[in-house]
Nanobody, 121 residues
Framework: QVQVVESGGGLVQTGGSLRLSCAASGSIFKINFMGWYRQAPGKQREMVAVITSGGSTNYAESVKGRFTISGDNARNTVFLQMNSLKPEDTAVYYC???????????????WGQGTQVTVSS
């Protein structure tokens, strides 16, 4: 199993910044990619940013130029630096980890419990 723990959410004013952190632990042989998703009230969960173990990144159009995803492979950790925050960024942010198991030919697709980000206008 893989455990995923997020931290760093909170309340910030429009234009402010927050940095989210996510750490994965457990029976991990190799992480394939880690990513951040978010879900606002009444809306579907959407991809925010994803990073592969090789460092390739992909962003939602709505956050390009404002958010930056980065990873620390040695610590199985991923970060999301969020700048120029807007009220529409308000959501629960979830970390997702896709990893190969150290216990055998299995692949995990694990989610954290989520962290609330609220941007006030």
């Amino acid at each position: 199993q893989v455990q995923v723990v997020e931290s760093g959410g909170g309340l910030v004013q429009t234009g402010g910044s927050l940095r989210l952190s996510c750490a994965a632990s457990g029976s991990i042989f190799k992480i394939n990619f880690m990513g951040w998703y978010r879900q606002a009230p009444g809306k579907q969960r959407e991809m925010v940013a994803v990073i592969t173990s090789g460092g390739s990144t992909n962003y939602a159009e709505s956050v390009k130029g404002r958010f930056t995803i980065s990873g620390d492979n040695a610590r199985n950790t991923v970060f999301l630096q969020m700048n120029s925050l807007k009220p529409e960024d308000t959501a629960v942010y979830y970390c997702n980890v896709v990893a190969d198991s150290s216990l055998g030919p299995m692949r995990y697709n694990s989610w954290g419990q989520g962290t609330q980000v609220t941007v006030s206008s």
